[in-house]
């Protein structure tokens, strides 16, 4: 059976040029290369991407789809907008007004959604497991 | 009398604006500058100027923020660069006084309009006042009618035009060309013949205009209204539609579609885009709708290009001179 993981929001840097791309795939490597990655990049920062940030974006999206999983952008920047557009990419990706409509599309619900009386499951799951070891 | 001077009205968010870029000429409020279809909105004032018979003399005092204004294709024009641009003004009136000159035209470039200038002085004469103002439903703009003998007033000249009182209404087109919106609408109502401000070249098929060293490769398209500015090359496969301009010295390369915009003058647009709603110059991109404008450092996408066209067309010793018009009516 497949499972999937929580849905993982990330920033995007600010200037998302050539030099920024390699650490910010790097960082993102851990997450694409999970069963079933499920990503929201946050490009409400960014204020400059060039073709090298553009090349990165598409890279993420086809190693993650590999994966039989997705990425979604979410609050994009009027610069980023401009550029996705201009290059063609733009429709390409699920885009979103807010990171948590991203999360929201993939099924889970986002940690603001959460109530704050919601009761704390964690104990349970200890006492399950506990059970579990000793059976 | 032409005073062309910058504004200055976005000083604040730059100390020295460049007056050797667009954006430095945006920063400067100085639009008029700036090649559209083929000539700046300065440069076809001068020309329509210069083509009148009823007018004397021309004369230009340029602020000296601006770019050099080589007047060499039109030498009967006497520029004189200064930074009190209204005082060398002033000056000048006093001259053409002591010369014997019933009525001066003074106009501060900035809008574009079309007024019938025969018409604005019987009315000047009619009036007898001795400033007239032209203005139109927004207030009045900067083209006045005056008689000479003001200069002699101890009043600074800029101050006396302001307070003029004769105000004539303008029927004719007008647009303050102010903003980058305003300078995008001068284009498409000259593509769409709404106004004078035509194309400066030979239209090739009813609504595509394409001036001369254009070229148009195989498979490229082009979607009336459009201009094609010299010495533009339109790579392969492009598509340019819908009110687009591209200005002199151009590269729009292969597969790039460019909707409802203006490339100005000697910019290249990389391979493959789709560029919509939007100004570029250069390394910058105004995006109209999206209200932003960006620079994108990436050569690949967009960039200036090398050569005699990377400077401003129109205040430059490129600046195009067609055959002299008679004034827009």
């Keep these: ?135 | 009398m032409v005073i062309a001077e910058a504004d200055n009205r976005e000083k604040g968010s730059l100390e020295t604006p460049s007056s050797t870029s667009l954006i430095g000429l945006a920063q400067l409020g100085w639009f008029a500058g700036v090649e559209l279809l083929g000539m700046s909105v300065f440069a076809r004032l001068i020309q329509n100027l210069t083509g009148t018979k009823t007018i004397a003399d021309v004369s230009v005092v340029l602020d000296g923020r601006l770019p050099a204004f080589d007047s060499t294709h039109v030498p009967d024009v006497a520029v004189s660069a200064a930074s009190d641009v209204w005082g060398v003004a002033k000056e000048q009136l006093r001259d053409q006084r002591h010369r014997g000159l019933d009525t001066v035209l003074i106009i501060r470039t900035g809008a574009y309009m079309e007024c019938d200038l025969d018409d604005l002085v019987r009315f000047h004469c009619r009036r007898g006042e001795a400033v007239t103002r032209v203005c139109d439903d927004q207030g009045g703009l900067d083209f006045w009618v005056v008689n000479p003998h003001i200069a002699s007033e101890g009043d600074d000249l800029r101050t006396t035009l302001e307070s003029a009182e004769a105000c004539y209404r303008v029927q004719g087109y007008v647009n303050r060309l102010d903003s980058w919106w305003e300078m995008r609408r001068l284009v498409i109502d000259g593509l769409t013949l709404r106004c004078l401000f035509w194309p400066q070249g030979r239209e090739v098929r009813p609504g595509v205009w394409m001036a001369e060293g254009a070229q148009l490769e195989r498979g490229a398209r082009i979607v009336p209204p459009g201009f094609i500015g010299r010495d533009v090359t339109i790579s392969d496969q492009c598509l340019i539609t819908r009110c687009t301009a591209v200005e002199s010295g151009s590269h729009v390369d292969c597969g790039t579609v460019v909707e409802d915009s203006s490339i100005l003058s000697g910019t290249y647009i990389g391979i493959g885009l789709d560029l919509s709603h939007s100004i570029a110059y250069g390394t910058h991109l105004v995006h109209l709708n999206h209200d932003v404008m960006l620079e994108i450092t990436d050569p690949i996408v967009v960039r200036q290009m090398r050569g005699k066209h990377s400077r401003l067309a129109g205040i430059s010793p490129s600046w195009p001179i067609g055959n002299p018009r008679k004034w827009p009516r």
């Design chain 1, 1 to 135: 059976m497949l499972s999937s993981g929580p849905v993982v929001v990330i920033q995007v840097p600010e200037q998302f040029i050539r030099r920024k791309t390699r650490d910010f795939v790097q960082e993102l490597r851990g997450f694409i290369e999970s069963n079933r990655p499920r990503i929201v990049l946050d490009c409400s920062q960014v204020r400059s991407i060039d073709s090298a940030g553009v090349q990165a974006l598409l890279h993420c999206l086809e190693e993650t789809l590999k994966r039989d999983g997705d990425l979604k952008l979410a609050s994009l920047s009027a610069e980023a907008e401009v550029i996705l557009e201009l290059t063609r990419v733009a429709r390409i990706f699920e885009t979103f007004s807010t990171s948590d409509d991203a999360v929201r599309s993939f099924g889970a619900i986002s940690l603001t959604d959460l109530p704050r009386d919601v009761p704390s499951y964690s104990a349970a799951f200890e006492a399950l497991r506990a059970l579990k070891e000793a059976s």
